[in-house]
T-cell receptor
């Protein structure tokens, strides 16, 4: 599975967009990009995933560069409840392998009042 | 209420004791996972299961045993607990092998003295 690189910490003001970058320069053509987050003392929570097209759901948007070597998770209007550690994960979905996530160190996002 | 639950939420045990952490999900998801989370290591996969009676090792399986006699339960046993197994343990489940989303339980904080 491709390795990901994320900044260890970031901060943004409440109500502003939070843009969390992730580098995955060794990503393969069949590997998806997933984002999870973990609010303090809770289990991780799925946010969004994508292959090569940009994706949007009720929680966030995912922008993947054309060469797929990096991506950005966007929280359009960050709230204090978005303070969490955000994990970018790259994983292939293969017919002959079981689905498992390998978490790295993530980015600790602090949303300031 | 439906979901994924873990018990106990907190456990203190002594070195050498056997400890079993319970995980129960009400969705009838095929896949279940056990992770441990330690400072500086993020989340690491211990074991996973594709279905009842099918289990496989993750990144850090040594010292742990799992079983899955029923789809909804996936207990994790530390046969002889060591201080290095002090950690927060998360159980997760996903619907199919191709599911992008894993649902995590609230975690069990285990301290081995």
């Amino acid at each position: 599975d491709a390795k990901t690189t994320q900044p260890p910490s970031m901060d943004c003001a409440e109500g502003r967009a939070a843009n969390l970058p992730c580098n995955h320069s060794t990503i393969s053509g069949n590997e998806y990009v997933y984002w999870y987050r973990q609010i303090h003392s809770q289990g991780p929570q799925y946010i969004i995933h994508g292959l090569k097209n940009n994706e949007t759901n009720e929680m966030a948007s995912l922008i993947i560069t054309e060469d797929r070597k990096s991506s950005t998770l966007i929280l359009p209007h960050a709230t204090l409840r978005d303070t969490a550690v955000y994990y970018c994960i790259v994983r292939a979905i293969l017919m002959d392998s079981s689905y498992k996530l390998i978490f790295g160190s993530g980015t600790r996002l602090l949303v300031r009042p | 209420d439906a979901g994924i639950t873990q018990s106990p939420r907190y456990k203190i045990t002594e070195t050498g004791r056997q400890v079993t952490l319970m995980c129960h999900q009400t969705w009838s998801h095929s896949y279940m996972f056990w992770y441990r989370q330690d400072l500086g290591h993020g989340l690491r996969l211990i074991y996973y299961s594709a279905a009842a009676d099918i289990t496989d090792k993750g990144e850090v399986p040594d010292g742990y045993v799992v079983s899955r006699s029923k789809t909804e339960n996936f207990p994790l046993t530390l046969e002889s607990a060591t201080r290095s197994q002090t950690s927060v343990y998360f159980c997760a489940s996903s619907e199919t092998w191709g599911a992008y989303e894993q649902y995590f339980g609230p975690g069990t904080r285990l301290t081995v003295t």
